[in-house]
């Protein structure tokens, strides 16, 4: 399995969606999972395979570059612009800002839950952090 293939113009967040708004501290392209990193201020990609990246605070809403306003969904509904299986929890990959299903976490990475899948399109956004490293 690979991770979530997402098209960046379809996500849309549902109408239970609780938002945020900020600012990136690199490119984020909408639809990838970003944490809020405490010593900038900004918003970044999360990474499973990174140092103090291994956390996920929501989904981007838009793309931004650098300094640019980014639009965050901390839970809720989103259409993701990908093909999801209904039932299936999706995790934080190994991929930056990548969100993929449990098989593909490995040795080493932790288990964060992003959501699960309500539908073909739609993930019902509920960010847990177990604090278990597989």
Known sequence: MTDIVVVPANVVAGTNATRDIGTAGETIVAGKAIFLNAATNRWMLSD????????????????????????????????????LTPGAALYLSATAGGICPVADLATG???ILIGLAKSATVLAVDIQDSGVTL
């Open 109 to 111: 990475m932790d288990t």
């Open 48 to 83: 499973n395979n990174g140092t103090g990246t291994r956390q996920v605070n929501g989904i981007a809403l838009n793309g931004a570059s650098l300094n640019q306003p980014v639009s965050i969904l901390k839970s809720g509904d989103i259409t993701i612009g990908g093909t």
